[in-house]
């Protein structure tokens, strides 16, 4: 079972990534609305992703990888992000995250994120 936190105060926009995570028969999806919660979460349940948006209300996305990483330093994370490709590699280098998403991100940006996951964990 993959343990996901998602991380967002936006459950509209994120409804169908959400959808597309959460239909996964090994994925346990876990909402939370700040980054105090994921922050929480990754110390009491060590996830194995912790996707976060750009807009939480308590933190900046980045700070709060730096955070969880220093919670639990196998974390894995995700971060939606309205930056380019290049921009975001840029601002989150050295960060070791996993992947960046768009500011709406749908099913195949789910389904994309969790191959990738699988890969680094070396699961089916």
């Known amino acids: 079972m993959l343990h996901i936190v998602l991380a967002s105060a936006r459950p509209k926009a994120m409804q169908a990534f959400a959808a597309a995570l959460s239909s996964d028969q090994e994925v346990k999806l876990e909402n939370v609305v700040s980054g105090a919660e994921a922050l929480e979460a990754v110390r009491t349940t060590a996830p194995h992703l912790v996707i976060i948006d750009a807009d939480l209300p308590d933190t900046a996305p980045l700070d709060l990888v730096q955070k969880l990483l ?7 994370t995700a971060v939606v992000s309205p930056l380019s490709e290049e921009e975001f590699h840029e601002a989150s280098e ?16 789910a389904e994309g994120l969790l191959r990738k996951l699988r890969a680094v964990l070396g699961v089916g």
């Open 70 to 76: 220093m919670v639990n330093a196998l974390v894995n």
């Open 94 to 109: 050295g960060l070791g995250i996993l992947s960046g998403l768009p500011t709406e991100p749908g099913r195949s940006d």
